[in-house]
Nanobody, 121 residues
C-alpha cells in the first residue's frame, strides 16, 4: 500500500506563487500516475492536474497556463508549481496516486490527507 504526504500549502496574496510537494512511500507494483485534486469551500473535490509515469500531463481549464505539475520518479515525488494564484484557488489540495497492487495486480487509488492553500489579502 502507498502512503502520500503533501507539503507546501499556506497563505499567499493574489498573484503570488506556491509550490506543493507530494512524496509517495510504501509498496506497490507500480505507480501509474500521480496528481492533485482540490476541494474549495462548499465545493466538490475536483481534478487539478495529473501526470503519468511516462510524463504525460493533464490540466483543468481553470489552471492551464498558471499551474505546472512535475515528477521525480527516483524520489517518487510529484510537485505542483502554482503561479498567479487567485482567491478562487483557495482550497484543500489533495495528492492522488493511481497504483497497481503488488498482491492483487489491481488498481488501488491512494490519497494524501491534504494541504490547505489560502489566497487572500
Amino acid at each position: 500500500q502507498v502512503q502520500l504526504v503533501e507539503s507546501g500549502g499556506g497563505l499567499v496574496q493574489p498573484g503570488g506563487s506556491l509550490r506543493l510537494s507530494c512524496a509517495a512511500s510504501g509498496i506497490a507494483r507500480s505507480i501509474e500516475a500521480m496528481g492533485w485534486y482540490r476541494q474549495g469551500p462548499g465545493n466538490q473535490r475536483e481534478l487539478v492536474t495529473t501526470i503519468t509515469s511516462s510524463g504525460n500531463t493533464n490540466y483543468a481549464d481553470s489552471v492551464k497556463g498558471r499551474f505546472t505539475i512535475s515528477g521525480d520518479n527516483v524520489k517518487h515525488t510529484v510537485y505542483l508549481q502554482m503561479n498567479n494564484l487567485q482567491p478562487e484557488d483557495t482550497a484543500v489540495y489533495y495528492c492522488y496516486a493511481k497504483t497497481i497492487s503488488i498482491v492483487t495486480f489491481g488498481v488501488v487509488d491512494a490519497w494524501g490527507k491534504g494541504t490547505l492553500v489560502t489566497v487572500s489579502t
